[in-house]
């Protein structure tokens, strides 16, 4: 299985809403990691997680908040988004040992709409 | 400060010909390099990576090549299928420990007109 996959595919939500962004993989990688893209922009990296500990926040707001309950999961929850906030959400994977490290392997991502 | 750009936001190449995508890095830490292709509404698809001690690196019908005292780098496509038609990003990062910050290029929509 070399598939990221990520649910929903879409959301739409209002500033007032609670929701989560989820992301699962069976590779085997021990660091995943949350990217935002905006349309015509390359995708901007936000959190990192590596054996299920944050590593990297690149200074995210803290109405995104990340968690990694087990090697296999990831999640993203949002609360109190601003519109600004609506761009396509990316989960990626990798192997944190050396070599092919580098590779990320990327889900469809989500799609979120905030009104 | 863009660390990795691709100065050519889009390419039109006929089928069957060489396509040649284009990136600049200013960041002289950066050790590897890797290019992704994606699809609109996908997310990006590994394609090919180099790291700084090698100059080539072939798979296929790609086949990137890296300009360390240039920095620059660039994929090379041939011969060119419609299917190839996607945006090319390229990336850099600095290898070690156990997660890689990979920084991204602006991309580069390919047309491969059939």
């Known amino acids: 299985d070399t598939e990221v996959t990520q649910t929903p595919k879409h959301l739409v939500m209002g500033m007032t809403n609670k929701k989560s962004l989820k992301c699962e993989q069976h590779?085997?990688?021990?660091?995943m990691y949350w990217y935002k893209q905006k349309a015509k922009k390359p995708p901007e990296l936000m959190f990192v997680y590596s054996y299920e500990k944050l590593s990297i926040n690149e200074s995210v707001p803290s109405r995104f908040s990340p968690e990694c309950p087990n090697s296999s999961l990831l999640n993203l929850h949002l609360h109190a988004l601003q519109p600004e906030d609506s761009a396509l959400y990316l989960c990626?994977?990798?192997?944190?040992?050396?070599?092919?490290?580098?590779?990320?392997?990327f889900g469809p991502g989500t799609r979120l709409t905030v009104l | 400060d863009q660390q990795v750009k691709q100065n050519s936001p889009s390419l039109s190449v006929q089928e069957g010909r060489i396509s040649i995508l284009n990136c600049d890095y200013t960041?002289?830490?950066?050790?590897?390099f890797l290019w992704y292709k994606k699809y609109p509404a996908e997310g990006p698809t590994f394609l090919i990576s180099i790291s700084s001690i090698k100059d080539k690196n072939e798979d296929g019908r790609f086949t990137v090549f890296l300009n360390k005292s240039a920095k620059h780098l660039s994929l090379h496509i041939v011969p060119s299928q419609p299917g190839d038609s996607a945006v090319y990003f390229c990336a850099a990062a600095v290898m070690g420990g156990a997660t890689n910050k990979l920084i991204f290029g602006t991309g580069t929509l390919l047309a491969v007109q059939p």
């Open positions: 960041n002289s830490m950066f050790d590897y």
């Open positions: 590779m085997g990688h021990r660091a």
């Open positions: 990626a994977s990798s192997q944190p040992a050396s070599g092919r490290a580098g590779e990320q392997f």
